[in-house]
């Protein structure tokens, strides 16, 4: 990995297996799939299911009598999602907006949704269509960061601070929808059953650089004039020299449909 602030934009299904294959990813996912009680038989739905990190895993635990349905937006991820799931003939991959869920109304069991409503147009409009897709006594599983509580150690705080704030206010679209998933999950109708949070941590800067984004938006902030660019790239060089110390907050919420 570079030290540099010109590291590329790694590729979104690259860099989202990845992620869930790490430490943090795995326990946190497995965390979700236990508090989600999925049965076989059950009917579960999969939004914004990337490249079809989890697919699999729904599959095998609602078997052969039940039925998974991920759904995605962008072309590319879903093919991923296809290959990734060719054997697996109770998986259905559907090409569809989050904001109109195409499943018929009280036919789904189980869902989840994870690390999406932060970068959707309306988290609100997306419950509701969640609320409308699921049965009674359905459970659903939202998990976000929220993005005000990274913290990432230098010496020079205020940069780490800025950068935080860039990332809140420039990179993310809804970046602390992770505190307030319980709320929006009652205001579309659902109860809250269990909210929890969990804190990544991360010890190793390359690991922390491409998982965060730490050069590639430093570069962005330094562009658009929001940080300083000899104090950003100091700052940076700093991080790769070590100890490298980064944490934030991931915030999961199951709730179940009265």
């Not at 049965?39 to 999969?46: A, K, W």
Request: charged residues 25%; proline residues 5%; aromatic residues 6%.
């Amino acid at each position: 990995m570079s030290k540099t602030l010109g590291v590329p934009t790694p590729d979104q299904a690259t860099y989202m297996l990845r992620a869930a294959s790490e430490d943090a990813g795995r326990t946190y996912k497995r965390q979700l799939l236990d508090l989600l009680d999925l049965r076989p038989g059950h009917t579960v739905l999969d939004v914004g299911c990337g490249p079809g990190t989890d697919l699999p895993a729904l599959a095998e635990r609602v078997g052969a009598s039940g039925r998974v349905i991920g759904v995605d937006q962008d072309p590319a991820m879903l093919a991923t999602a296809r290959e990734r799931t060719a054997a697996v003939d109770t998986v259905e991959i559907r090409e569809a907006d989050a904001h109109v869920l195409p499943v018929a109304p009280g036919t789904v069991d189980r869902a989840k949704i994870d690390r999406v409503l932060m970068h959707v147009r309306s988290p609100a409009e997306v419950l509701a269509q969640l609320h409308t897709a699921t049965r009674t006594g359905a459970l659903v599983g939202l998990v976000e960061p929220d993005w005000d509580t990274l913290a990432v150690d230098s010496e020079d705080l205020e940069t780490s601070r800025a950068f935080t704030r860039y990332t809140t206010e420039k990179v993310v679209r809804h970046a602390t929808v992770g505190r307030g998933l319980a709320r929006l999950a009652v205001q579309a109708g659902f109860r809250i059953e269990t909210t929890i949070t969990n804190a990544p941590l991360f010890t190793d800067f390359e690991h922390g650089d491409h998982t965060l984004g730490l050069g590639r938006n430093m570069q962005q902030a330094i562009a658009e004039g929001h940080i300083d660019r000899t104090r950003g790239e100091a700052w940076f060089a700093g991080l790769a020299r070590g100890p490298f110390y980064a944490s934030f907050t991931l915030v999961t919420v199951v709730c179940s449909r009265p």
